[in-house]
């Protein structure tokens, strides 16, 4: 019995946005574990058991992904987007850091269609020059360590996404990110809420920086910031491709 | 006859990595327009037209695509990896922006897996925490400028992503580069050069800044350099989720 575990992208909720690669995975899985709404997008049949748990449980997930694994059964750990950007990968390596017997498994990360080229297809193109993608919950860092990328993100005229932007533990921090972007791109520029990209709830507002308001944003918001040169065109927004 | 034109990411090489989006969308197509190796990876059949053209003919390709459509053809431009990335995405809105009466065509950007997400998944997970992404050619805008946002993204600790790390036409370019990155980062900071990721000629190599040469890339090659924390773990290597 030879065991395996891959880590696989869901993509933002479109089932058309799901790989082959990561379909034939699930559909060769003894086991699929994730986060319970990832889980539920996976078709239950025989001989899958589904292991669903909550959020904030990245660690231990791993830990059973591997456990399961190294005894021979055929493991999909599943996430949204894509595993790689803010998701299960990391920790993955994470708790493989920790069990060096296991780092000769078979292992493999299968991408995904991640929430930001999702969102910035829906709205047109506001990723078309050189961006950054920041994750703006503390959970895992520092906050003030958040202010500063945003300064220098700003100072070098990257777009930028935005994932988990604001929650409602922390509701201030997302203003606080909208008044250090005003200071340091000014009143026009623009900055897209796509939410709930992909699905029936999908909602995508463009408005100027000067217009926004923290309340445009949830945790199922991908925030989108363009650069200097970002501009509409007719019902688009997009970044050109030269800068100056 | 109603028209319509979809721009369509094919992801980095892998058929196993097209959408099933992007696949409904080629099926349907009358004509597809693109940059030769892309239209090659086109099936031809009755019925569709195939627009294969030389590379730095975006805004000619974006016109064509827009006159097709608007006169009631079912078009998709292809793109490699993901349309909004460095690709055709922005290049088509360019061409709409000089042609307002078009502005209310059917038009839908198809999301693809751009070629850092499959380089970061096929090497662990080394975008695992805030990232950048750039294009490292000066096509499109002056080399003082990438220069700039290289020692940004190094202050601010961004994991990066490079695209088109070095061509015949600039060769001392990307040594440049990486002499910027060592004085930023230090000499033990790791860098993987994937070349070709998701093709049978795919080559996969992690090396640290101090052992990194610019022949180590070439314009199939995406670069990634890790943060601070980016290590390896077994035969992979990632960047945690968390950050001091």
Redesign the interface.
């Known amino acids: 019995m030879t065991g395996w575990l891959a880590v696989a992208g869901l993509?933002p909720g479109?089932?058309?946005?799901?790989?082959?690669?990561v379909r034939?995975a699930l559909a060769e899985a003894t086991d699929v574990i994730g986060y319970f709404p990832y889980v539920a997008r996976v078709a239950p049949r025989d001989g899958l058991t589904l292991h669903a748990s909550d959020n904030r449980v990245?660690i231990d997930r791993a830990q059973l992904a591997l456990q399961l694994a190294a005894s021979g059964a055929r493991v999909v750990i599943v996430s949204s987007g894509?595993?790689?950007?803010?998701a299960m990968?990391?920790?993955?390596?994470?708790a493989?850091?920790t069990w060096?017997d296991l780092?000769?498994l078979d292992?493999?990360?299968?991408?995904?269609?991640?929430a930001m080229?999702?969102a910035?297809?829906?709205t047109?193109?506001?990723?078309?020059?050189?961006?950054?993608?920041?994750?703006l919950s503390d959970n895992?860092?520092?906050w003030p360590?958040v202010e500063?990328?945003l300064r220098?993100?700003a100072?070098?005229?990257?777009a930028m996404a935005f994932y988990n932007p604001r929650s409602v533990s922390r509701p201030h921090q997302f203003a606080r990110a909208l008044d250090i972007l005003r200071e340091e791109c000014g009143p026009d520029r623009l900055i897209t809420f796509a939410r709930a990209v992909t699905t029936p709830e999908e909602r995508i507002v463009t408005v100027s920086l000067a217009e926004a308001v923290p309340e445009m944003a949830d945790m199922r918001t991908v925030v989108i910031v363009g650069n200097a040169a970002t501009r509409r065109?007719?019902?688009?927004v997009?970044?050109?491709?030269?800068?100056?």
């Open positions: 993509g479109d089932e058309a946005m799901v790989t082959p690669e034939a990245e894509d595993p790689g950007v803010f990968a990391s920790a993955l390596f994470e493989l850091e060096p780092q000769t292992i493999r990360i299968l991408p995904g269609i991640t080229l999702a910035a297809a829906h047109g193109a506001p990723l078309g020059h050189d961006f950054c993608c920041i994750n895992l860092k520092p360590l500063r990328r220098l993100a100072q070098a005229d990257f065109v007719g019902r688009f997009y970044t050109p491709r030269s800068a100056v």
